[in-house]
């Protein structure tokens, strides 16, 4: 499955370093999404992107910051991370729903394959 | 805020035995969706429920909606080795938020 991608695949980085997670998806979607997931949290919803915008931070610390610069690309900047912060980081996107063009969506999120992060 | 109870956390059958997974949500659902991590991997869509009473099948997989739109089961007949893997749930409501909201998850181990 190609529909989103993910780079890199992993990344092992040290609690003072700056890196950035890439997440493309060549679906034509209009929604992004950052998940967590971690042996205690499964699937732990960070962000939603909407057409560009952010409509939701789940109250994820500002170490962890978003970029979305077009519905299909979005990025995690990551930056004085901690070792919990240890754990697969996931993409999705999906066709919402859009009142104004009348479009229907299918909500149906679709993974990439993830990037496994390890902070020492 | 809204969440879906997922239950079991975890289970291990023989293969040939059958398996359930249950998601319960306290308010009415607007729909529910099901997906399937295989162990490495990523979770991957498998059905999507939206009406009452609603039951799909997938060869072996039963998916149902319950009839107060609050609960949901994903049955597997005779398990297989290949079925293997974390089972997610996520559900939506009708409050105008778009984003899904996952289970716990269940995950099944099938012995040969």
């Known amino acids: 499955e190609t529909g989103v991608t993910q780079t890199p695949r992993h990344l092992v980085m040290g609690m003072t370093n700056k890196k950035s997670l890439k997440c493309e998806q060549h679906l034509g979607h209009n929604a992004m999404y950052w998940y967590k997931q971690s042996a205690k949290k499964p699937l732990e919803l960070m962000f939603v992107?909407?057409?560009?915008?952010?409509?939701e931070n789940n109250s994820v610390p500002s170490r962890f910051s978003p970029e979305c610069p077009n519905s299909s690309h979005l990025f995690l900047h990551l930056h004085t991370l901690q070792p919990e912060d240890s754990a697969l980081y996931l993409c999705?996107?999906?066709?919402?729903?859009?009142?104004?063009?009348?479009?229907?969506?299918?909500?149906?999120?679709?993974f990439g394959p993830g990037t496994r992060l390890t902070v020492l | 805020g809204q969440q879906v109870m997922q239950i079991p956390q975890y289970q291990h059958v023989q293969e040939g035995e059958d398996f359930t997974t249950y998601c319960n949500s306290s308010t009415t659902l607007s729909n529910i969706q099901w997906y399937k991590q295989r162990p490495g991997g990523h979770p991957v869509f498998l059905i999507q429920?939206?009406?009452?009473?609603e039951v799909k099948k997938q060869k072996r997989l039963t998916f149902q909606f319950g009839e107060a739109k609050k609960n949901s089961s994903l049955h597997i007949t005779a398990t297989q080795t290949t079925d293997v893997g974390t089972y997610f749930c996520?559900?939506?409501?009708?409050?105008?938020?778009?984003?899904?909201?996952f289970g716990s998850g269940t995950r099944l181990q099938v012995q040969p």
């Open positions: 999705a996107s999906s066709q919402e729903s859009s009142y104004s063009s009348g479009r229907a969506g299918s909500d149906t999120q679709y």
């Open positions: 429920l939206v009406k009452s009473g």
């Open positions: 992107y909407n057409f560009k915008e952010q409509t």
């Open positions: 996520a559900g939506m409501w009708n409050t105008g938020r778009r984003a899904l909201t």
